[in-house]
């Protein structure tokens, strides 16, 4: 009895952040470009990254609080990520998103492919631009909707939300182009690398705030 009273009573104390999933509101695409936008969307359903773009997890902000005021890299051993929450000790690496993402990516796959491949991917999708600075702006409106999601939810920008390095690029033509691509490793390498940045962002996959 007197645990259940406290696991109901720390279950009060979650604060439940209810517009965390939400990336961007969609009005219908113009006539011309349904079928291209409903590609898009079709695409995002079946790629390796559809659970963690379209799960609706219940995002508690004083535990995500908790995780990045406590989280620490292990640099003595395979330096994975360790915080406490709730005191109780939490462990993350790169098999751990794997797995609870469900992301279906491998250790073995890239997370950089080569200069020439990508740039002839981006011809492919229509980039008006050049590399390896990589603006969403210059995206077509459709691959620029997918770039806007990307950025969103899944990468840790520091200069803005129009701009995309080598890595992440890579990774959005992976993503277009069903190449294979980890995913995983992407995703925890920016955690360590927010961790390492003196005014580190609290981020969780779908979302970052201040």
């Not at 999933?21 to 990254?49: H, K, M, T, V, Y």
């Not at 690029?169 to 995983?184: D, G, K, M, R």
């Amino acid at each position: 009895m007197a645990g259940a009273m406290l696991q109901e009573k720390n279950q009060r104390q979650l604060e439940v952040n209810e517009f965390h999933n939400q990336a961007g509101f969609l009005s219908n695409p113009p006539a011309d470009q349904a079928e291209l936008f409903g590609s898009l969307i079709r695409g995002l359903n079946n790629c390796p990254l559809t659970h963690a773009l379209r799960t609706n997890h219940v995002i508690c902000s004083n535990c995500i609080n908790a995780f990045w005021n406590t989280a620490k890299i292990d640099r003595q051993g395979a330096g994975f990520i360790e915080a406490t929450v709730q005191k109780m000790k939490i462990v993350v690496f790169e098999a751990v998103i794997r797995e609870v993402l469900r992301i279906g990516d491998q250790p073995h796959h890239p997370t950089l492919y080569d200069q020439a491949r990508v740039q002839a991917a981006l011809r492919r999708m229509s980039y008006e631009g050049g590399y390896p600075i990589v603006l969403k702006k210059l995206f077509p409106p459709y691959w620029r909707l997918l770039v806007h999601f990307f950025l969103q939810c899944v990468a840790e920008n520091k200069g803005g939300w129009d701009q995309l390095n080598k890595t992440q690029t890579s990774a959005v033509v992976a993503l277009v182009n069903e190449w294979e691509y980890n995913f995983s490793a992407f995703i925890f390498d920016n955690m360590k690398k927010m961790l390492e940045d003196p005014n580190k962002k609290i981020c969780c996959t779908r979302g970052s705030y201040r």
